[in-house]
């Protein structure tokens, strides 16, 4: 048995391991990165620390083996530890049975006691279908699923929930109807659990390390500690963090919609009080307000409060409650919605506005949330609270200089000097594979308009990103988009020559397992693939050749969020006018928007380095990607903070591919 009282990690990581597994190699930036996680574990509860560790420098494996010396190491005294993630495909990559082997062989080597490690999501996360059938205007989802009368997007989201065990954090937002929101979908607390859900809830009962996804640990955090039981001393490794305060937002803040309110209510049978939102519906909704948000002014709160008085008012049937837990829970929590909501009206509060759907203009009220990532702050000091992700600073830092985690820090609602805050290191990967870039000059912008406010793919656009696409490396290529929209547009113009080589997953998909199983020439289209795509390594090769960015993955101010911020700023600076608070708010939405688009470009672009000794190409398409060397068609606006995700050690890359990409312009030209 080897020991290292130091770090017995890092010496296991140096040492050990290549021992055991000739395939491993040694990287000093995963030791640096585990010592970092050691240190915070080391420091004790009541502080939040961040650390960034570049992707493919195997940050997974580094804090799983710290965080299961940690627990093994006081497993007498109870300790117990959990690991939260945004995406199902990382929970399912940590539960490798690779890396469980690897756990277990340190644990071994160290002579620590063994632990047990079990993956748990909220029955809240899954779709319920009798729950979904009502939301697409039906008694039962085969009925939507076979009627070929009935909508092509409700047809295919009713074959989804009955194919599939109904994962929403799998589900794209583009997929649901207008007017249908995921919250309106999904399995409540009190549900019945579905056979499917049963075992794999009593698995995770008594667990060492508790994996769970960051829903589950927001509402973990507001029953303090009611889901996953943890007690005094805990560690809690929050990965993918950079997505938690969104979560938690969302969890936090309230929407009533009026077509699901009035469809409720008749359900319960209370007519007086569902004509009274059918008839709000009829007042409200707005084609050309479709997307936007509105102030709800004091003429609007005598028709608004009465309806909500006419839910708080009502009484259903008991025995009709007792029947249904489903209805049951449902109403519960439109009364206490209502209910918030009537007392903002009362109090003249600015939290409520009025929202449309994207298309339809269907109205909801909604309460939004602007401070939920404060919620992690709740039960600190019983516990090490670690945030760790590849894009968790601001991304504005080259090699040696301290990073900013500025970004994340605001999202927590800290201020600079908060005492909790506790280890802020970011472990870059210096000397870790090649990048080959291709700039490519575009036609023109990706999107066009096509209607009600909506964007799609321009056929032009389209046209020269399959000719981008197959000029690629030989190979396996994968082509990540932004949305389903632009996968079902780029299968819609797909050369024929390259119809056979094309994997396009549909929505819950195993991702990592369709990779794997692709020809060797697979063109692998997904939006789904930014982070936590990660197939087994084949061979000495990289896995992907060929890595297309078909667009940026810029996401659009939330129009409630905007006004709700709009308001507050409005509210805390005496003398500001409505247009100067409308702007810094807006200013404020596209400046954190960039750093999402900077952060999901590097997540994209760690899909093509997993191992110290691969070499890709990747091209980026879209031409509001600054070009060094210009090509950018007119009326395009360039970022140039887009260039933070490019990680340091390819910059002379990315700037060698644009020169190529002008030599290519220039013989095109003379071709002419």
Same mark, same amino acid.
């Given at each position: 048995?080897?020991?290292?009282?130091?770090?017995?990690?890092?010496?296991?990581?140096?040492?050990?391991?290549?021992?055991?597994?000739? /395939?491993?190699?040694?990287?000093?930036?995963?030791?640096?990165?585990?010592?970092?996680?050691?240190?915070?574990?080391?420091?004790?509860?009541?502080?939040?620390?961040?650390?960034?560790?570049? /992707?493919?420098?195997?940050?997974?494996?580094?804090?799983?083996?710290?965080?299961?010396?940690?627990?093994?190491?006081?497993?007498?005294?109870?300790?117990?530890?959990?690991?939260?993630?945004?995406?199902?495909?990382?929970?399912?990559?940590? %539960?490798?049975?690779?890396?469980?082997?690897?756990?277990? $062989?340190?644990?071994?080597?160290?002579?620590?006691?063994?632990?047990?490690?079990?993956? $748990?999501?909220?029955?809240?996360?899954?779709?319920?279908?009798?729950?979904?059938?009502?939301?697409?205007?039906?008694?039962?989802?085969?009925?939507?699923?076979?009627?070929?009368?009935?909508?092509?997007?409700?047809?295919?989201?009713?074959?989804?929930?009955?194919?599939?065990?109904?994962?929403?954090?799998?589900?794209?937002?583009?997929?649901?109807?207008?007017?249908?929101?995921?919250?309106?979908?999904?399995?409540?607390?009190?549900?019945?659990?579905?056979?499917?859900?049963?075992?794999?809830?009593?698995?995770?009962?008594?667990?060492?390390?508790?994996?769970?996804?960051?829903?589950?640990?927001?509402?973990? @955090?507001?029953?303090?500690?009611?889901?996953?039981?943890?007690?005094?001393?805990?560690?809690?490794?929050?990965?993918?963090?950079?997505?938690?305060?969104?979560?938690?937002?969302?969890?936090?803040? =309230?929407?009533?919609?009026?077509?699901?309110?009035?469809?409720?209510?008749?359900?319960?049978? @209370?007519?007086?009080?569902? %004509?009274?939102?059918?008839?709000?519906?009829?007042?409200?909704?707005?084609?050309?307000?479709?997307?936007?948000?509105?102030?709800?002014?004091?003429?609007?709160?005598?028709?608004?409060?009465?309806? @909500?008085?006419?839910?708080?008012?009502?009484?259903? $049937?008991?025995?009709?409650?007792?029947?249904?837990?489903? @209805?049951?829970?449902?109403?519960?929590?439109?009364?206490?919605?209502?209910?918030?909501?009537?007392?903002?009206?009362?109090?003249?509060?600015?939290?409520?506005?009025?929202?449309?759907?994207?298309?339809?203009?269907?109205?909801?009220?909604?309460?939004?949330?602007?401070?939920?990532?404060?919620?992690?702050?709740?039960?600190?000091?019983?516990?090490?609270?670690?945030?760790?992700?590849?894009?968790?600073?601001?991304?504005?830092?080259?090699?040696?200089?301290?990073?900013?985690?500025?970004?994340?820090?605001?999202?927590?609602?800290?201020? $600079?000097?908060?005492?909790?805050?506790?280890?802020?290191?970011?472990?870059?990967?210096?000397?870790?594979?090649?990048?080959?870039?291709?700039?490519?000059?575009?036609?023109?912008?990706?999107?066009?308009?096509?209607?009600?406010?909506?964007?799609?793919?321009?056929?032009?656009?389209?046209?020269?990103?399959?000719?981008?696409?197959?000029?690629?490396?030989?190979?396996?290529?994968?082509?990540?988009?932004?949305?389903?929209?632009?996968?079902?547009?780029?299968?819609?113009?797909?050369?024929?020559?390259?119809?056979?080589?094309?994997?396009?997953?549909?929505?819950?998909?195993?991702?990592?397992?369709?990779?794997?199983?692709?020809?060797?020439?697979?063109?692998?289209?997904?939006?789904?693939?930014?982070?936590?795509?990660?197939?087994?390594?084949?061979?000495?090769?990289?896995?992907?050749?060929?890595?297309?960015?078909?667009?940026?993955?810029?996401?659009?101010?939330?129009?409630?969020?905007?006004?709700?911020?709009? %308001?507050?700023?409005?509210?805390?600076?005496?003398?500001?006018?409505?247009?100067?608070?409308?702007?810094?708010? =807006?200013? /404020?939405?596209?400046?954190? &928007?960039?750093?999402?688009?900077?952060?999901?470009?590097?997540?994209?672009? &760690? %899909?093509?380095?997993?191992?110290?000794?691969?070499?890709?190409?990747?091209?980026?398409?879209?031409?509001?990607?600054?070009?060094?060397?210009?090509?950018?068609?007119?009326?395009?606006?360039?970022?140039?903070?887009?260039?933070?995700?490019?990680?340091?050690?390819?910059?002379?890359?990315?700037?060698?591919?644009?020169?190529?990409?002008?030599?290519?312009?220039?013989?095109?030209?003379?071709?002419?």
């Amino acid at each position: 048995m080897h020991m290292d009282t130091s770090n017995p990690v890092a010496h296991f990581l140096s040492e050990g391991l290549p021992e055991i597994d000739r /395939t491993f190699r040694h990287n000093p930036v995963q030791i640096a990165y585990a010592g970092s996680v050691s240190q915070a574990l080391g420091g004790g509860p009541g502080k939040i620390h961040f650390i960034e560790g570049d /992707t493919g420098i195997g940050k997974s494996l580094a804090y799983l083996l710290t965080l299961a010396d940690w627990t093994a190491r006081g497993r007498k005294a109870g300790r117990q530890g959990v690991v939260s993630t945004h995406s199902r495909a990382l929970q399912r990559q940590l %539960r490798d049975e690779r890396n469980l082997a690897i756990i277990n $062989r340190y644990l071994e080597w160290q002579g620590l006691p063994s632990l047990t490690m079990s993956v $748990r999501m909220g029955k809240t996360n899954y779709a319920c279908r009798d729950r979904l059938a009502l939301a697409l205007g039906c008694d039962a989802l085969p009925e939507v699923a076979t009627d070929n009368r009935r909508l092509p997007e409700y047809r295919r989201l009713a074959q989804w929930a009955l194919e599939t065990d109904g994962c929403l954090l799998e589900l794209e937002d583009d997929a649901l109807p207008d007017g249908i929101r995921i919250r309106d979908i999904a399995l409540h607390e009190s549900d019945a659990i579905p056979d499917y859900l049963r075992t794999h809830f009593e698995d995770i009962q008594g667990a060492d390390i508790q994996v769970i996804n960051h829903a589950l640990l927001a509402m973990d @955090l507001l029953t303090q500690n009611g889901i996953t039981l943890t007690d005094d001393p805990a560690a809690l490794v929050l990965d993918e963090a950079e997505h938690f305060p969104a979560v938690a937002q969302q969890l936090l803040s =309230r929407q009533l919609s009026f077509r699901m309110t009035r469809g409720l209510l008749a359900q319960l049978g @209370l007519d007086k009080a569902s %004509r009274t939102w059918a008839d709000l519906q009829r007042m409200y909704q707005s084609a050309d307000r479709a997307n936007q948000a509105e102030i709800i002014t004091h003429a609007m709160t005598g028709a608004l409060g009465l309806g @909500l008085e006419a839910i708080l008012k009502a009484r259903p $049937r008991k025995e009709r409650l007792a029947s249904d837990p489903r @209805l049951k829970h449902d109403w519960k929590r439109l009364r206490r919605d209502a209910s918030a909501m009537l007392e903002a009206f009362k109090e003249s509060s600015s939290q409520v506005v009025l929202s449309y759907s994207p298309v339809l203009g269907l109205p909801s009220l909604a309460m939004h949330d602007t401070a939920g990532g404060g919620l992690l702050k709740s039960g600190i000091k019983n516990r090490t609270t670690i945030l760790t992700s590849a894009t968790l600073s601001n991304l504005g830092h080259a090699p040696g200089e301290p990073p900013s985690f500025s970004y994340i820090r605001q999202e927590l609602v800290m201020g $600079r000097e908060d005492t909790r805050l506790g280890v802020e290191h970011s472990h870059q990967a210096l000397n870790f594979g090649d990048i080959a870039f291709s700039l490519p000059p575009a036609p023109r912008a990706p999107l066009t308009l096509v209607g009600n406010g909506q964007f799609e793919l321009h056929p032009a656009y389209v046209d020269y990103a399959w000719k981008e696409i197959a000029a690629g490396a030989s190979g396996r290529t994968l082509v990540l988009c932004v949305s389903y929209s632009d996968v079902s547009a780029l299968l819609e113009r797909c050369p024929e020559d390259l119809k056979d080589r094309v994997v396009a997953p549909g929505r819950g998909s195993a991702l990592n397992e369709l990779a794997e199983q692709m020809p060797e020439d697979g063109i692998f289209i997904t939006p789904a693939g930014w982070e936590g795509l990660s197939p087994a390594r084949q061979g000495t090769e990289a896995f992907w050749a060929h890595v297309v960015l078909l667009r940026n993955p810029t996401p659009r101010p939330d129009p409630v969020i905007e006004l709700t911020l709009s %308001r507050h700023i409005t509210k805390q600076t005496p003398g500001i006018s409505q247009a100067e608070a409308a702007r810094m708010a =807006r200013a /404020t939405l596209m400046n954190k &928007g960039v750093v999402q688009t900077v952060h999901k470009i590097r997540q994209g672009l &760690g %899909r093509t380095i997993r191992h110290p000794d691969d070499s890709v190409n990747v091209t980026l398409l879209d031409p509001r990607f600054p070009r060094p060397k210009g090509n950018t068609p007119p009326g395009v606006v360039v970022s140039s903070r887009l260039l933070g995700a490019i990680p340091f050690r390819f910059l002379s890359a990315y700037e060698e591919g644009d020169s190529v990409a002008e030599t290519a312009i220039r013989e095109e030209a003379l071709i002419l």
